[in-house]
């Protein structure tokens, strides 16, 4: 039976090869997003989920006591404290951070080193390709395959030796004894190269006092016995507050809190001064759920309406089996499994896609890796098991149940007229235009969006400028020399923390308030090379020697949140407790680190060389790879014990812009195929409608109706239904949009009423070339041939 | 074997109601082969789907079998349905889809034969028809005379009791009409009770009864020779 069922359904299709081509690419591709949206859940999800012993694993966090915002870090000394006084604690573990210099002899830069001791390999599941682990000797180092390759290539990284702070007093060899595997994208814990908590060195050049109740790791993990003790241990950690709060006492904790392994890597957005990783952007998660759900929709529905528009010729078959001894049941059974058959098609196809798709996805994202992998990995297979049921039923189930229970005297009667044009099939092509536009509108949205990253004002010069990062005053001085001698270099300035350098947050006391803001001393000129307005006051003038102690600038965040009622010139701030300022102007707002983040009160004091973290140059855009080499030959010559960091200005800004660019690749190519899909749905609609109708049609014309009246009659409905769908969809795709830019960006473009009119004009445009084939096919007919073609 | 009493059948037209059968009274016996006959429009389609439980009627008694069948549920109706009857349309009503053989073997797949047995019983039939040579064509690579024979060969290979026939032989011409008459009249000796709707005063000749219908109403009914049949037993 099924194999009758199967020829029929084989041969029924493939006289409409063009039809089902597109719609199984349609589906394939609508299946291929599902799978990628299920695979970033799945990823997301999954964060920090293989350790053996994670569960048993917390991460300790620190709730400040001025603003009770979780901190990733925590005093040093509570580690060791809780494994030797808390009961349920079986162990503890510190992890530090430094982005310090590191070198092979030849090739130097800057990594991200860990810090920690043997044990941390018995917490979590690392695992070592070569060699041991040594930890406790201090002079051993232990690094990933990247960093292997990065310094020695392809020889063996077992036994060679690497310096740590190459560039500074207390520099170090450490002999590598162990290779490790890379670390998994989804894990919070990143490392290249682990080394001993010995190797510590803080701000003085001194070894890390661990002891030091004022020292903060960046991160704690307690090992509980039983994981149900995490209220418990936690509330037992209070009893180390009193201490810490007055040993630090400008550090004043209000609590301790533990988040588990398995999870904190969804937290970690809303920790501070965290220095593991988080989980995906949850938009990342919900957007490419969203846009799997909605192509599959558009997909299925399509495949409903090729079913419907192609089922005038079933119909006869379904009668017949009728009346040769099919029930109903059978019938519904025969077009349910023909669904189905082209679903696993489709799902094949879209797997071959997905597996195709995958690699360029992860590309597109630093921050993400996906893998389709089947072995042992039942979850896949029971959601593609339930995608691939939930399409045949969207797909198939209208047409298996309503064309099932036609009678067959009623079929060869003909009185069943069953062709497109029902009010289902319209509801259907509304639905698919609107979900068109929906993608559409968002692709124009982040078009937009792009153009005003890359021109909008965002409150400082971008073109010409380049950073190169220096260590201290004696390097400041001669890069700057350097720099000077190249006719090309307009001007130059230094500054500590450079805009798109994340400038710290202090507390700033004024009118007896305490409030947190940006800090970020700039050096003399660095104002005029990035070209920052002032709103207000003066600038600072670097000729009166005040100004480098008393005088502060604040931007117009500043000012708008704290000052409202009131002029801020003239304020006194008060910095670090103890130093007074006064604000002399009031600077426009400007973009500090990128389009992620939002614009935040800011202070700006006037600072010497020897606190300079950056040297900045201008020149004409076109001159700046010269100068950059230039100076980075200047830089070998001198200081080839530090690496040279340079930035272009555009580089802080690339990763909105990559982001942004991507989303609107992604929307692109949805709407592509959703309008392709909605278009074909379009097109069998009014293809059938003109084929019931072309005798009507013509005996019109005869009579004398004009092509635009034949024109209305054959697709006003249509289109009327079409303008609905794109209304519809048109607004759901402004508030789409709007929430993802929000939920990307604290600074966008917005969204406007002229996306939707674009998407509109294009939606029409493209229905009306959709039509117009049928149209001009029913003006044109030879009036003899289809009033005898009956 | 069919007993109608009082069978009638209307439909609503606008505000009216139009009977297209009424005070139909009808006894056929198994092994009748009966031919009805009457103007277009009359209402034989109409009749002849009710017998064949392809529609129902608004109001009478049918009796097959002595089963009630204007008491029985769908389900139900469509077992003796599936059981007993065999259908061949004046359209012939091919699955343009399948081949011949596949056409032919359909309604065994429906009841559920094997395999094996399909294969000899549908290979007996092509043969019987003379159509093994056609047995890989689709439908429409078959002269109408061809397809009407395919037509019967699937009505009659599940052996049903009652064939049911509209028009057989309404598209074809005199020669392939009197081919398949013939296997009517085969098909009546060896025991299936025949219904035929036809407009053909010499097909009717094949026939032991004439029923004549006019708008509705049995207008003539007359037994033109002995029941050929011997087997029927009611
Ligand atoms: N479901 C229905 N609704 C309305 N009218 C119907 C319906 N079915 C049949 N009729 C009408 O009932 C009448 C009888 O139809 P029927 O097909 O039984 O006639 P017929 O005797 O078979 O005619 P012909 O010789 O042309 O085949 C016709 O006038 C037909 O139009
Ligand atoms: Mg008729």
Redesign the interface.
């Known amino acids: 039976?099924l194999q009758?069922y199967f020829?029929?359904a084989y041969?029924?299709f493939w006289k409409h090869k063009v039809h089902l081509l597109i719609n199984v690419l349609g589906l394939g591709i609508a299946l291929a997003s599902c799978v990628i949206a299920y695979l970033s859940w799945k990823f997301d999800h999954d964060f920090d989920h293989f350790h053996t012993r994670g569960e048993q694993i917390f991460r300790v966090v620190s709730i400040k006591k001025d603003n009770l915002q979780a901190f990733g870090v925590c005093p040093a000394p509570l580690a060791a404290a809780a494994k030797a006084e808390v009961s349920g604690v079986q162990d503890a573990l510190i992890l530090e951070f430094r982005n310090a210099v590191i070198s092979n002899g030849k090739d130097t830069d800057r990594e991200r080193i860990s810090f920690t001791e043997n044990a941390f390999f018995e917490w979590f599941d690392f695992p070592l390709l070569s060699g041991q682990i040594r930890l406790d000797d201090a002079a051993t180092a232990v690094i990933s395959e990247a960093l292997a390759i990065k310094y020695f290539g392809t020889s063996d990284p077992v036994g060679q030796i690497l310096t740590i702070y190459p560039d500074q007093p207390f520099q170090k060899q450490l002999l590598i004894t162990g290779l490790l595997k890379d670390t998994p994208v989804n894990s919070s814990i990143q490392y290249e190269l682990l080394t001993s908590v010995e190797n510590m060195y803080n701000r003085d050049n001194a070894q890390v006092n661990l002891k030091d109740w004022t020292y903060l790791t960046d991160a704690t993990f307690l090992m509980l016995k039983n994981p149900e003790d995490q209220e418990r241990v936690s509330r037992y950690l209070e009893a180390y507050l009193p201490v810490q709060n007055q040993m630090h006492s400008d550090w004043q904790i209000e609590k301790f809190a533990l988040q588990p392994l398995n999870t904190m890597a969804h937290h970690a957005d809303d920790l501070r001064w965290n220095a593991l990783g988080q989980s995906l952007p949850p938009s990342m998660v919900w957007g490419m759920t969203l846009m799997g759900i909605l192509l599959l929709l558009t997909a299925s529905l399509n495949f409903t309406n090729m079913s419907i528009s192609l089922s005038g010729?079933r119909l006869?078959?379904i009668?017949?089996?009728?009346?040769?001894?099919?029930?109903r049941k059978?019938l519904i059974w025969q077009l349910l499994m023909e669904g189905l058959l082209i679903s696993l098609i489709a799902l094949g196809v879209g797997l071959l896609f997905t597996d195709w798709l995958l690699p360029r996805y992860n590309q597109m994202w630093t921050f993400v890796d996906l893998h389709l992998v089947f072995t042992q990995n039942l979850p896949l297979v029971a959601f593609l098991i339930a995608v691939l049921l939930t399409t045949t039923f969207i797909a198939a189930a209208y047409p298996a149940f309503y064309i099932s229970g036609f009678?067959?005297?009623g079929i060869?009667r003909g009185k069943v007229k069953f062709a497109g044009a029902n009010l289902f099939s319209k509801i259907l092509l509304g639905a698919q235009v609107g979900i068109s536009t929906i993608a559409l509108v968002a692709g124009f949205a982040f078009t937009r969006n792009a153009e005003f990253q890359k021109n909008a004002d965002i409150g400082f010069q971008r073109e010409g400028i380049q950073a190169i990062r220096i260590p201290d005053e004696q390097t400041f001085r001669v890069m700057e020399a350097n720099a000077r001698q190249h006719p090309q270099v307009q001007a130059v300035a230094g500054v500590r923390f450079h805009i798109g350098d994340s400038a710290p947050r202090i507390e700033v006391k004024f009118k007896d308030k305490k409030q947190e803001v940006e800090f970020m001393p700039v050096g003399e000129n660095y104002l005029e090379v990035m070209d920052i307005q002032l709103l207000s006051g003066r600038s600072f003038d670097y000729q009166l020697s005040t100004d480098f102690t008393e005088s502060i600038l604040i931007n117009e965040k500043f000012a708008d949140l704290y000052f409202q009622d009131g002029d801020p010139l003239g304020q006194q701030l008060t910095l670090f407790d103890t130093l007074r300022y006064n604000v002399v102007g009031v600077v426009k707002n400007f973009i500090q680190d990128n389009f992620h983040d939002p614009i935040r009160p800011l202070v700006l004091t006037l600072t010497k060389p020897d606190r300079f973290g950056y040297l900045v140059i201008k020149t004409q855009s076109a001159d700046m790879l010269e100068v950059r080499d230039h100076l980075s030959v200047a830089w070998k010559k001198d200081f080839a014990q530090m690496p040279f960091e340079h930035y272009f200005q555009d580089d802080f800004l690339a990763s909105s812009l990559k982001t942004n660019t991507n989303i609107q690749y992604i929307f692109s190519v949805f709407a592509l195929i959703a309008l392709l899909l909605s278009m074909t749905g379009l097109n069998s609609l009014v293809s059938l409608n003109l084929l019931k109708r072309l005798k009507e049609v013509t005996i019109r014309r005869i009579l004398g109706a004009r092509p635009s009246q034949i024109a209305y009659l054959l697709s006003a409905h249509f289109l009327i239904v079409a303008f609905i769908g794109l209304a519809v969809g048109g607004l759901i795709g402004l508030k789409l949009s709007e929430m993802l830019l929000n939920s990307i960006y604290q600074v966008h473009v917005g969204v406007t009423y002229f996306s939707l009119l674009v998407a509109g004009i294009v939606v029409v445009i493209v229905a009306f070339l959709t039509i117009s084939r049928s149209i001009v096919q029913a003006i044109t007919a030879n009036p003899s041939d289809a009033l005898n073609n009956d | 074997m069919i007993k109608l009493i009082d069978l009638e059948k209307s439909v609503r037209t606008g505000l009216n109601r139009a009977w297209i059968l009424n005070q139909v009274n009808l006894e056929i016996k198994a092994g009748e082969f009966v031919t009805i006959m009457g103007p277009s429009g009359a209402g034989k389609t109409t009749l002849l789907?009710i017998i064949?439980m392809?529609?129902s009627p608004t109001g009478g008694e049918y009796h097959f079998l002595d089963e009630p069948v204007h008491r029985l549920n769908e389900?139900k109706r469509?077992d003796i349905?599936?059981q007993y009857m065999g259908?061949v349309?004046q359209?012939y009503?091919?699955?343009?889809?399948?081949t011949v053989y596949?056409n032919i073997?359909?309604?065994l797949?429906?009841?559920n034969v094997k395999g094996k047995d399909r294969k000899s019983i549908v290979a007996d039939i092509l043969d019987r028809f003379s159509i093994v040579a056609k047995k890989d064509l689709f439908p429409d690579q078959l002269s109408g005379g061809q397809q009407q024979l395919v037509g019967v060969a699937?009505?009659v290979i599940?052996k049903p009791r009652l064939l049911l026939a509209d028009e057989p032989t309404g598209n074809l011409h005199s020669k392939q009409g009197e081919e398949i008459m013939e296997l009517f009249r085969e098909l009546n000796e060896e025991g299936v009770t025949i219904i035929q709707v036809t407009h053909s005063e010499k097909n009717a000749e094949y026939g032991s009864r004439i029923i004549e219908i006019v708008d509705g109403n049995i207008r003539t009914d007359e037994q033109v020779r002995k029941s050929a049949s011997v087997y029927g037993t009611k």
Not at chain 1, 319 to 327: C, E, L, M, P, Q
């Open positions: 039976m009758n020829k029929v041969r029924h010729r006869k078959e009668g017949v089996r009728k009346v040769i001894g099919g029930s059978q009678n067959p005297t060869f | 789907n064949g392809l529609e389900r469509h349905h599936k259908f349309f359209a009503h091919l699955i343009d889809d399948l596949e073997e359909t309604p797949l429906y009841r699937r009505a599940h």
